[in-house]
């Protein structure tokens, strides 16, 4: 079998694992070994150590150029607008503490029968009930 089609055939198998493999990155080595492919088909003459830099420069190329572009025009956008949109109710939800809250260290509370990380600017005890102020990510801020 010819190298030229060694490489198309590699580059193919790679470009179908990105269905299977999570991150978006795969695909551009199936790229640089289509690339690589063309190159030896056109080149016959290209040794092992020219196809083997073909192939990396070519990966590279194509995930430093293609990945950010894909990925914005594949990838969902998050709108972050602040306030009671991005709350998701948990802001003036009465929650228990699980798990004793000791500034500057975090506790934990429960709220819709999940335990979630909580901070507090004064110390509140385990089975006392306290109020979401705000939430940063996963973690509550209660009084």
């Given at each position: ?138 973690t509550l801020k209660v009084e």
């Amino acid at each position: 079998m010819d190298i030229a089609v060694v490489w198309l055939i590699a580059g193919l198998a790679l470009m179908l694992a990105e269905l299977f493999v999570p991150g978006f990155v795969i695909l551009f080595f199936g790229l640089g070994g289509l690339v690589t492919g063309v190159a030896v088909w056109l080149f016959p003459g290209m040794g092992a150590a020219a196809q083997g830099l073909c192939f990396a420069v070519s990966s590279v190329l194509t995930l430093a150029l293609g990945r950010r572009y894909c990925r914005n025009l594949l990838g969902g956008r998050e709108e972050r607008t602040g306030g009671a949109a991005y709350d998701d109710g948990f802001v003036g939800a009465t929650v228990v503490v699980a798990e004793a809250i000791r500034p500057p260290l975090p506790g934990r509370v429960l709220l819709n029968g999940a335990e979630w990380p909580a901070e507090a600017a004064r110390p509140i005890e385990k089975g006392a009930t306290a109020r979401v102020v705000a939430r940063d990510n996963i973690t509550l801020k209660v009084e």
